[in-house]
């Protein structure tokens, strides 16, 4: 009697053991699971930030483009008109 309930207490404490070990892996698989996805998120958004930059970048080169091109002609059109009034 005494050493069935000995193998009882036994097998109850290798199940609880095993029990233990299998939350204190599903919880590190989990906590690996949410570092993962934090780690894509931030990857993302990093990714975004940087798309969102150079779209930035894009439009001030566009602009200085622009602006300059602009300039040129506008200078263009005075000198054109300078010399048309010289030469009258």
Excluded: N
Aim: aromatic share 4%; net charge negative.
């Amino acid at each position: 009697m005494v050493a069935r309930l000995c193998s009882q207490m036994e097998v109850c404490r290798v199940r609880l053991k095993c029990r233990d070990q299998q939350d204190q892996q599903d919880q590190q698989d989990q906590q690996d699971q949410q570092d993962q996805q934090d780690q894509q998120d931030q990857q993302d958004q990093q990714d975004q930030q940087d798309q969102q930059d150079q779209q930035e970048r894009e439009r001030e080169v566009f602009l200085t483009i622009y602006l300059i091109s602009t300039g040129v002609i506008t200078a263009l059109q005075f000198l054109r008109e300078d010399l048309a009034f010289h030469s009258i």
